[in-house]
């Protein structure tokens, strides 16, 4: 069973320039996140979604970041213009359905490194 | 706000020298406690779910053990194999389904 996949995997832009990450998660998941590391600091959340819908974009950091989830497949997060701090790993992870117990075990892809010069 | 601290940042270990890593958290009403593996280049790996004081869960060299305000990793006759980050995460219940992440603890293992 393939695992989540993430493209690209290093890419490096001018300031105010675009990119587009895409990741695809594991057939049958539902649940989609993202998450970003930046120098030095732990991995946070982005946001969240279930299939198709948005569940939680409170760790986007502002309206340059814009992801996407058409069909409930694969993801999109573009961020438009990219600044300096934008620097860092940006991290897809997917889990199948939400249950009270949730179990926890989120499965990530190896992440997408974005260098902003 | 959910907080996760880990300590220490980073733990040399000779090859069959057990230790323990910290994990302590903050969280209102906590959810589950999670426990991943990263390597060097990839994404994290999962390891354990706890969900309760007094819990432990086991995956050979590993044990992962929780109270009220703490969770250990304690890995037992390491392996360089063992070397890698190792990440404390919780989830709350006020929070959605977000994950909150420690900075983790760099493990090396030297033969």
């Known amino acids: 069973e393939a695992g989540v996949t993430q493209f690209p995997s290093h890419s490096v832009i001018e300031k105010g320039q675009t990119v587009t990450l895409r990741c695809d998660p594991i057939s049958g998941h539902d649940n989609l996140y993202w998450y970003r590391r930046v120098m030095g600091k732990e991995i946070k959340f982005l946001l969240h979604?279930?299939?198709?819908?948005?569940?939680?974009e409170s760790g986007m950091p502002n309206n340059r970041f814009l992801a996407e989830r058409t069909g409930g497949t694969y993801s999109t997060l573009k961020v438009q213009p990219a600044e300096l701090e934008d620097s860092g790993v940006y991290f897809c992870?997917?889990?199948?359905?939400?249950?009270?117990?949730?179990?926890?075990?989120?499965?990530f892809g190896e992440g997408s490194r974005l260098t902003v010069l | 706000e959910d907080q996760v601290t880990q300590s220490p940042e980073a733990l040399r270990l000779q090859e069959g020298e057990s230790s323990s890593l910290n994990c302590s958290y903050t969280v209102s009403g906590l959810r589950g406690l999670f426990w991943y593996r990263q390597d060097p280049g990839k994404g994290p790996e999962f390891l354990f779910t706890?969900?309760?004081a007094g819990e432990e869960k086991e995956k050979e060299r590993l044990k992962a053990t929780l109270t009220k305000k703490e969770s250990f990793l304690h890995i037992t006759a390491p392996k360089p194999e063992d070397s890698a980050t190792y990440l404390c995460a919780v989830q709350g219940d006020t929070g959605g389904f977000k994950t909150i992440f420690g900075a983790g603890t760099r493990l090396f293992v030297k033969a």
């Open positions: 706890l969900y309760s």
């Open positions: 992870a997917s889990s199948q359905d939400m249950s009270y117990r949730n179990t926890g075990e989120l499965f």
């Open positions: 979604f279930v299939k198709e819908s948005k569940q939680d």
